[in-house]
């Protein structure tokens, strides 16, 4: 359990579930589900490319994910291009 911020873990370990206060939080309806969209991941291949090494750390420095940000990259660059 991550323990940064400003929660006050030691008390909300001692709570049962009775003693928290869920009014914040909306009602789940039939109109939760209204508006939501299942989208399935995508089968991926695994894959070996040669990119600029100043690219790659480029997208490495945003931190975790940087393969998938590629990946969205890419995705947009073909989406626009289809027609093309």
Known sequence: ??????????TLEKM???EIDLSDIPPIDENLW????????????????RIDEDVLEWFKSLG??????INAVLRKYMETNKSA
Not at 34 to 49: D, F
Not at 64 to 69: F, P
């Open 1 to 10: 359990m991550k323990k940064n911020g400003k929660t006050d873990w030691k």
């Open 16 to 18: 049962n579930d009775n």
């Open 34 to 49: 209204t508006k939501g969209e299942l989208k399935l991941p995508r089968n991926k291949i695994a894959l070996s490319v």
């Open 64 to 69: 975790k994910g940087y393969q998938t940000k």
